[in-house]
């Protein structure tokens, strides 16, 4: 599976966000095969990211409209939100939405994106402000934060709590979407696997009718000579 996180403006946390998830993914999804960047894949059991960062070049479009499922980072702000939907909502029909930063007065949360724009509530991600984490991030340890924090009880309380389980929400449904869209291929390549089988067998039919409408011909011609 081919997943792309990508963002309208810059500033938007793409990054952090990717770095966020692919570390608790790889903590609490282990059977999953995670990957970094690469070539977009053809389906062989592995989930690839890309970092596609914000705006818009070749090589960028051409992962967003071929990968399974775009997590786009918004800002929680009207005018970033209104923008991308009337632009850019086009870039994928799989789409995770993450709100990050520290919500403002006014601020786009979940509801707001449910209400004005008829999201399903299971695919915005609201990723808390945490000035743990935010701390980290700072001295390039975001990563060795969130994996201490996985491993203690006392880091799923406060404001690191509500950050994990966020990022685990997300990550599980990441999880669950690679695994449909990992099936959804087993499916497609067995249906055409079976459509060859069936067009080789009546090439096959195809070919012993031909050659015994021959050799009845053959032997008509001989009769009547």
């Given at each position: 599976?081919?997943?792309?996180?990508?963002?309208?403006?810059?500033?938007?946390?793409?990054?952090?966000?990717?770095?966020?998830?692919?570390?608790?993914m790889s903590v609490l999804c282990p059977k999953q095969k995670l990957m970094s960047g690469g070539t977009l894949s053809g389906g062989d059991g592995e989930?690839?990211?890309?970092?596609?960062?914000?705006?818009?070049?070749a090589r960028k479009r051409h992962v967003l409209w071929h990968a399974d499922l775009v997590v786009v980072s918004l800002r929680r702000e009207r005018r970033?939100?209104?923008?991308?939907?009337?632009?850019?909502?086009?870039?994928?029909?799989?789409?995770?939405?993450?709100?990050?930063?520290?919500?403002?007065?006014?601020?786009?949360?979940?509801?707001?994106?449910?209400?004005?724009?008829?999201?399903?509530?299971?695919?915005?991600?609201?990723?808390?402000?945490?000035?743990?984490?935010?701390?980290?991030l700072q001295k390039g340890a975001g990563e060795a934060y969130l994996r201490r924090e996985l491993a203690s009880a006392a880091g799923w309380s406060g404001?690191?709590?509500?950050?994990?389980?966020?990022?685990?929400?997300?990550?599980?449904?990441?999880?669950?979407?690679?695994?449909?869209?990992?099936?959804?291929?087993?499916?497609?390549?067995?249906?055409?696997?079976?459509?060859?089988?069936?067009?080789?067998?009546?090439?096959?039919?195809?070919?012993?009718?031909?050659?015994?409408?021959?050799?009845?011909?053959?032997?008509?011609?001989?009769?009547?000579?």
């Amino acid at each position: 599976m081919n997943i792309a996180f990508w963002s309208e403006e810059h500033q938007s946390g793409t990054t952090t966000h990717l770095r966020a998830i692919t570390e608790v993914m790889s903590v609490l999804c282990p059977k999953q095969k995670l990957m970094s960047g690469g070539t977009l894949s053809g389906g062989d059991g592995e989930i690839h990211f890309f970092d596609c960062g914000s705006g818009f070049s070749a090589r960028k479009r051409h992962v967003l409209w071929h990968a399974d499922l775009v997590v786009v980072s918004l800002r929680r702000e009207r005018r970033c939100v209104e923008q991308f939907f009337m632009q850019d909502f086009h870039i994928s029909d799989r789409l995770i939405y993450l709100l990050g930063g520290y919500p403002q007065k006014e601020a786009v949360d979940r509801r707001y994106l449910e209400r004005v724009y008829r999201v399903d509530p299971e695919y915005i991600g609201e990723i808390p402000f945490c000035n743990g984490f935010y701390d980290a991030l700072q001295k390039g340890a975001g990563e060795a934060y969130l994996r201490r924090e996985l491993a203690s009880a006392a880091g799923w309380s406060g404001q690191s709590g509500a950050l994990l389980q966020e990022l685990r929400r997300i990550a599980l449904l990441i999880e669950r979407l690679a695994d449909e869209a990992e099936r959804d291929r087993q499916r497609l390549r067995q249906q055409e696997e079976r459509l060859k089988a069936r067009k080789a067998a009546k090439t096959a039919r195809r070919g012993t009718y031909g050659g015994r409408g021959t050799a009845s011909g053959a032997v008509g011609t001989g009769k009547t000579g």
